[in-house]
Each structure stands twice: as structure tokens, then as C-alpha cells.
């Protein structure tokens, strides 16, 4: 079964990255496997943003470190501004166009008959139930703490 695509969306207004922007990067790699050709990152809020110089830096910073290896594996970048149906368009037109991506963990289960609990992206979440369970039970608890 394959996908016209998935669309990732991360504010440039966030001034870094966080664990809740790490995990999800670390997700959709599990769930899509090494080919990135139908995913594309989509930066919002440049309508919103006072310092776009300063934006501007923190995109190619991005570019260059967190999303580096999608890039080079086919993930295309791009900017949306809301209230611009047209750029919206755009994006899914080109996305419709493409060459379509297939889930490495539709793969897994569909083609390897996997159940999801012994998928890459099954045994990552499993990672991180336990990570969660772990702070939640900890002594003392570590609720509340920061991405």
C-alpha cells in the first residue's frame, strides 16, 4: 500500500529542539524506513514571527543537523505561512505528483506478517512507554519535567 505522502509540520517560532520534536523525528523514521522521498517538513508560523533573520538561521541550522539525514534520503523542506491556501496547494499538488512512499512498517506487517509490537516502530514505542513508566514511578516521581 503506498502513501502519497506524509507531511511533518514544525513550528520555526520553537527557538530549539525539544524531546517531544526529537521522538517525533526518531518516530517517523521508524515508521518510514530509510526512504524519505514522500515526506516533507513543513516550517509554520513565519506570519507570526518578529526576528525572520533570526528564523531564518534556526531553518538552516535544522537543515544542517536535525533533519540532515532526512534531506539526504529525499525529504523536502518547505514553508508555509497561514492564511496561504495557495502555498498549501502547492505542497500537496507536488506531494500527489511524487513518487508515492511505501511505510516500512506497512511492510513489516503486511508483506513480514510482523504483529506491531515486533515492528521497528512497535519496539520504539515500546521504548518509550518504558522510559515513560520509568519517570512516572520513579522516587521521587519526575512528572512535569521538561521536553
Not at 49 to 62: F, G, P, S, T, Y
Request: hydrophobic residues 35%; glycine residues 8%.
Amino acid at each position: 500500500m503506498k502513501l502519497a505522502g506524509i507531511v511533518y509540520v514544525h513550528p520555526i517560532s520553537d527557538n530549539r529542539m525539544n524531546g517531544t520534536h526529537m521522538s517525533s523525528l526518531r518516530m517517523l523514521k521508524t515508521i518510514c524506513g530509510n526512504n524519505m522521498s514522500g515526506i516533507t517538513i513543513i516550517t509554520s508560523m513565519w506570519n507570526i514571527i518578529k526576528d525572520v533573520e533570526a528564523c531564518e538561521k534556526r531553518e538552516a541550522e535544522l537543515k544542517s543537523n536535525w533533519w540532515k539525514e532526512y534531506i539526504q534520503r529525499g525529504c523536502l523542506i518547505e514553508r508555509f505561512y497561514a492564511n496561504d491556501s495557495t502555498s498549501a496547494r502547492r505542497i500537496i499538488k507536488d506531494m500527489l505528483q511524487g513518487p508515492g512512499l511505501t511505510l516500512q512498517l506497512t511492510k513489516e506487517i503486511v508483506d513480514e506478517k510482523k504483529p506491531l509490537s515486533q515492528t521497528t516502530a512497535g519496539r520504539s514505542a515500546g521504548g518509550l512507554r518504558s522510559i515513560y513508566k520509568a519517570c512516572v514511578h520513579a522516587d521521587p516521581p519526575l512528572r512535569g519535567m521538561p521536553d
